[in-house]
């Protein structure tokens, strides 16, 4: 395996970026990694959404590309479990799914869950998180209402993920409760199929160097 240095958390607050990959080829997954990495972008999040998802990650952890693994659109603890089996650090939900949650804290393995209204910010309170994605962002108001949400809830870090592009990017990483944006428009499913990573990589270098730009 090649394991990230920093806790995947701290590595999403680095990077302030995750590409979010829904793939189905898991023979593009090694070569995936490195594309980011080599792009300044050595963290991923693979959505156990497609059939390949698994050996994906699987690829990935035992890959050359030293990236932080994290699995996305995690449903159930059972898929929790493949995820971390599959060497996945960091368990991510679309919704804040108890079943999921409640298994990842018992296993110590760090879940950052779905949530858009303050019902369920305050039900992830319970569970003592801090850190929680902020989903479908742009579909529940965006910017806007995140913002709106952190002046009540500024002692969480959110990840804002679903309708984020190079166009909105700067004005949700701008938010001071933004941890790191989501979002599958730096390797698009197309790019991955056509094998495409030298696309990927100018793609990830973008959303890159506007993080850099707001860090100056
Ligand atoms: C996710 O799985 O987190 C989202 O589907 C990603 O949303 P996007 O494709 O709009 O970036």
Redesign the pocket.
Known sequence: MAPSSAHPVEACRQHRL?P?I?IKEADAAADLAAALAGGGLPIV?I?M?TEAAAAAMRKIASGGAKVTLMA??VTTPEQAQIAVDCGAELV?S?GLNTRVVEWCLKQDVPVVP?VCTPTEIEAARNYGLKYL?F????AYGGVKTLKALSDVYSAFSFMP?????PQNLAEYLKLPVVLAC????MA?GDLIHQRKFEAIQTLVKEAVATVASLSR
């Open positions: 995750v979010v829904a999040e959505t959404r996305g659109t991510i679309p779905g994605k989903f479908p962002a742009e993920t679903g309708g984020i592009n989501g979002g599958s428009w698009p």
